[in-house]
């Protein structure tokens, strides 16, 4: 019997587990694209004068550069510039999930040791895993490719483009395959994963940042760090322009080195284990452990010491970027007017860079919030409230939890940014006044956000993390990065509670909208709570 004996049987199987969950992943993906080509299309139809000009906007903006290229004047290049960085993170998320689902998570829950009893290789279950990720990222970028392509753009463009998104999906189909083998845990695999995921996007983003623009300001041409990137060797595959397929070519030879690491490393641990084994704790707990707040900081921390690290690296980076901001002049500042006005250009920078910041640890703290979802399912919160802890004790430890990570995250940034924007443009005490300030009113949005996942995990539990994530994408792209941009109505964009969070430092900070938002994440969270409270647990079968 050879290493991959049963592949075949495991990948039908695990084609079959997952048809319903890559299937809308996929459709999702096509559908929004479809959606956003289709109303960028529309826009420039009528007004085609603007093309080029919204063009050098994005391109003579280091802020605009940080979401990606854009390489000439086009729809769909234009399009891709809007919505293509989230697309490739949605989709490094959608193969990390089905990699460490089909690898990690069976071990960790039995399933690969009795299929091991049968007839299977050491190799059949990572091969199925990689197998049927693969599959789905080549789905993924055919409806892509086909999205654009029903929404009236250039057949070679659309399928360069769905291809520039699914590469990123393919490589993290490797990172995902190594991590797993790596990591002791499910939650510990995705979040090696997603570590790597966020520090190829700030390699991309710095790369586009101080790259060189041409002299028609229609082009930029990337620094060296977005080289290393995959989320950058998508990018640089300049759909609508260059149409570069060669870059697929680096994701191939980075994926199968990865999925050969990852082949070796299962041949060099015990099943059920990781390559890095779980450290047994002291002989006593410390006395926080007692509580579920305590408990809860501990596993958490690991967590919240990454998103740290990755949040001060780039906010030291926009920080140090702040010279350029102020010698921008023209059509490069219109995007930044529109946050704070023409008279406070930097203020505009940093308010629109908190802002991105804020809606990163948004995402930090709906990921926290998931957990929830996870702790019931995975039965271990039973045993929890057998003890003394309520419901309400227990939610409002991860309440806590979150709040205090999202501030202590968004002040990190905050001091970071200033701190070397204080050393470009001299005022470093006076600016780390001003954007701490500006980051705190962040908070009360986050909190609207987060109020708003628990009450999809009280109310639809079995259902809570594809609509959470929906629901942050809504708010995300109905927002004020996004929603005008796209044309949408005015009552949309208020939906996102990121339109009301004051434009700080470029504007004045006034209490209304903070006010009203907090009322909103009160009222969210007595809604959860109560809801929670009520209902039977949703157990594992």
């Known amino acids: 019997m050879s290493g991959v004996t049963g592949s075949l049987r495991l990948v039908r199987l695990a084609a079959r587990r997952d048809r319903v969950t890559l299937s809308a992943w996929v459709l999702g993906m096509a559908v929004f694209l479809a959606g956003t080509t289709a109303m960028f299309d ?16 994005v391109v003579e903006n280091p802020g605009m550069r940080v979401l990606g290229l854009v390489t000439g004047a086009s729809v769909g290049g234009y399009t891709l510039h809007r919505d293509a960085l989230t697309l490739m993170v949605l989709a490094a998320m959608m193969s990390i999930l089905a990699v460490v689902r089909h690898t990690r998570q069976a071990e ?45 753009q250039p057949a070679a ?26 990591a002791s845990t499910t939650r510990g695999a995705t979040g090696l994963a997603a570590g790597v995921l966020g520090v190829s996007f700030a390699l991309a983003a710095l790369g586009n940042m101080v790259g060189t623009v041409d002299s ?27 149409d570069l397929w060669w870059p697929l070519a680096l994701a191939a030879g980075a994926t199968s080195v990865l999925v050969l690491a990852a082949g070796v490393l299962v041949s060099r641990r015990d099943v059920g284990r990781g390559v890095w084994p779980e450290r047994p704790g002291p002989r006593h707990a410390h006395p926080s452990m007692r509580r579920p707040a ?9 967590a919240l010491l990454g998103w740290a690290t990755g949040l001060l690296g780039i906010g030291l980076v926009f920080g140090a970027l702040s010279e350029r901001i102020g010698g921008l002049e023209g059509a490069a500042t219109e995007w930044y007017e529109t946050f704070g006005g023409a008279a406070d250009l ?47 004790r227990w939610l409002g430890a991860y309440a806590v939890n979150a709040l205090v990570g999202a501030t202590a995250l968004m002040l990190l940034f905050a001091v970071a940014m200033a701190l070397t924007g204080g050393q470009v443009l001299g005022g470093t005490g006076v600016l780390v006044r ?29 259902w809570s993390v594809g609509a959470s994530w929906g629901l942050v994408v809504l708010c995300v792209f109905v927002g004020p990065m996004f929603g005008p941009s796209l044309g949408l109505p ?52």
């Open 157 to 182: 463009g659309s399928f360069v483009g769905g291809a520039s998104i699914a590469l990123v999906g393919v490589v993290f189909t490797g990172v995902a395959a190594v991590t797993a083998q790596v």
């Open 294 to 302: 305590g408990l809860l900081w501990r596993l958490q921390r690991g």
């Open 42 to 57: 529309a826009s420039y139809t009528d007004q085609p004068q603007l093309l080029v000009p919204d063009t050098r906007i």
């Open 490 to 541: 005015t009552w949309l964009v208020d939906l996102s509670p990121f339109s009301h969070a004051p434009n700080a430092p470029a504007v004045d900070i006034t209490g209304g909208p903070l006010l009203g938002l907090g009322l909103v994440a009160v009222l969210l969270a007595v809604v959860g709570a109560g809801a929670l409270h009520r209902r039977n647990l949703v157990l594992p079968a």
């Open 434 to 462: 001003d954007l701490v300030g500006a980051a705190l009113v962040q908070l009360p949005a986050i909190a609207a956000l987060g109020a708003g996942v628990l009450v999809v995990v009280a109310v639809v539990p079995r």
């Open 346 to 392: 930097l203020g505009a920078y940093w308010a629109s860079m908190l802002q991105i910041a804020g809606m990163a640890v948004a995402v930090y703290v709906v990921t926290l919030l998931l957990r929830l979802r996870h702790d019931e399912a995975g039965g271990t919160l039973e045993p929890v409230l057998g003890t003394s802890v309520s419901r309400l």
């Open 216 to 242: 028609a300001a229609l082009r930029v041409t990337s620094a060296w760090p977005a080289w290393v990137s995959p989320v950058g060797w998508g990018q640089q595959m300049r759909p609508f322009a260059d």
């Open 108 to 152: 960790e829950l039995g399933r690969s040791e009795l299929l091991a009893a049968g007839v299977t290789g050491r190799y059949a279950s990572l091969a199925a895993a990689v197998v049927v990720t693969l599959a789905a990222d080549v789905l993924l970028a055919v409806g892509l490719g086909l999205a654009m392509v029903v929404a009236g």
